[in-house]
């Protein structure tokens, strides 16, 4: 006799059935990650051109600081700040 009592009836197949969900859930919860995975570097890509783009329409309209350089002053203020004491761009400005 089995040290954890008598098998119930059926409990081989219900551990089969539950063993074949489970495989079933992790199958489709790894295909639902690789979907989001995707989808999240298509959106980022999609961001990156976005940027690109208004760069390029700034640049094109004249106006002195692309987003890229707006984003590092917001990001890393104080870096922005070292960089209003460069003689080079205080030049620009006053341009």
């Given at each position: ?76 203020p ?15 400005r006053?341009?």
């Amino acid at each position: 006799m089995d040290a954890r009592g008598p098998k119930a009836a059926g409990g081989d197949a219900l551990r089969d059935a539950a063993e074949n969900l489970f495989q079933e859930l992790q199958e489709h919860f790894q295909a639902l990650t690789t979907t989001l995975t995707l989808r999240m570097e298509e959106m980022g890509n999609r961001i990156e051109d976005l940027q690109k783009n208004v760069n390029d329409l700034m640049v094109q309209a004249g106006i002195e600081n692309p987003i890229k350089e707006q984003m590092n002053e917001v990001l890393h203020p104080e870096v922005s700040s070292l960089a209003a004491f460069q003689p080079e761009r205080a030049s620009k400005r006053q341009i």
